[in-house]
């Protein structure tokens, strides 16, 4: 048992030899390491410095600052185990991550899916950092795009994180993508009116508001014979085109040609549904053999129409012949 003991201590012994003999290699390679990290946190910033005055290299100097702090990272990883392990070389290395490359591509597909979306949506340049987009549901100012995700600020003041990989994949609609952007709205107005009168009022109010552009120029368009109205589309361009932007001049505009057709005489109706009763119907509805309104073709007998005043009178005496259990007298019942 004593022998047993001895041989257990000695090779604690050696153990603690070991590690005090491998120490100094230790810190020394820690010390090396954490150089090479400062180094490539340095040489990221310095890409972002270089870059960030220049709006379509903005992008490109992230990749390259972060494949600049990778590979320097790796190489200082390389150089720290090499101290600790003379015997180490880097072709140790990549056979051992070429063995479990498959392993680790199944376990992390949806990570490295992110992290190459990420790479060519800063390569590609679908979209650019303080742009305005719509994804989906969501809409917001682009705040940072990194290799896994890309963040956006909601207009009203919420971040949302959306996965490189959908964003790749998916349509996206960028309201920033040009210097301009032409904004619409579609004004009702009467059957009555006059339509060119109308169109001229409403390009009068446009050309009213500061934050519509003369060139392109605003104009108007006859869209749609509706139920109540007729739909006059306004068109305007506004620049810069950001939300903010969108939302004073849409405010302007409108409260613009708002006022102008009033002032005009301009009716701006609202929608109402018109109800046909066959025995309320006036003898000036037309001829009653032919189809009309809800009434029967034919040359058959057809209903005798009532004039406004009998249809009064009706409803006047229906009104004082009820007994109080809800029933009319048969002679109304006839009629």
Sequence with gaps: MSAEISLAWKEVQSMINGFVTLLPKLVLALIVFLIFFL????IKKSVKRLTRNRRYA????????????????LVGLFVALSIV???FRAGDLVQLLGISGVAIGFAFRDILQNFLAGILILLTEPFRIDDQIVFKDFEGTVENIETRATTIKTYDGRRIVIPNSELFTNSI???????????????GIGYGDDIDRAKQLILEAMHSVDQVLKDPAPDVLVMELAESTVNIRARWWIKPPRRADDLISRDRVLCAIKKKLVENGID??????????????EETDGDRSRQREGWPAGKGELPKPHRISDSLRLLAQMRSSNDGNGKVDSEIDGQ
């Excluded at 180094?39 to 340095?42: L, M, N, R």
């Excluded at 903005?58 to 990272?73: E, K, P, S």
């Excluded at 701006?268 to 119907?281: E, G, M, R, S, Y």
């Design 39 to 42: 180094i490539a946190g340095a």
């Design 268 to 281: 701006l109706p609202f929608p109402t549904t018109q109800i046909l009763f066959h025995d309320q119907t």
């Design 173 to 187: 609609t960028v309201n920033t993508a040009f210097e301009s952007r032409r904004l619409q709205y579609d004004v």
């Design 58 to 73: 903005r992008n490109l100097g992230l990749v390259l600052g972060r494949l600049a702090q990778g590979t320097t990272i």
């Design 85 to 87: 392990i003379p015997t």
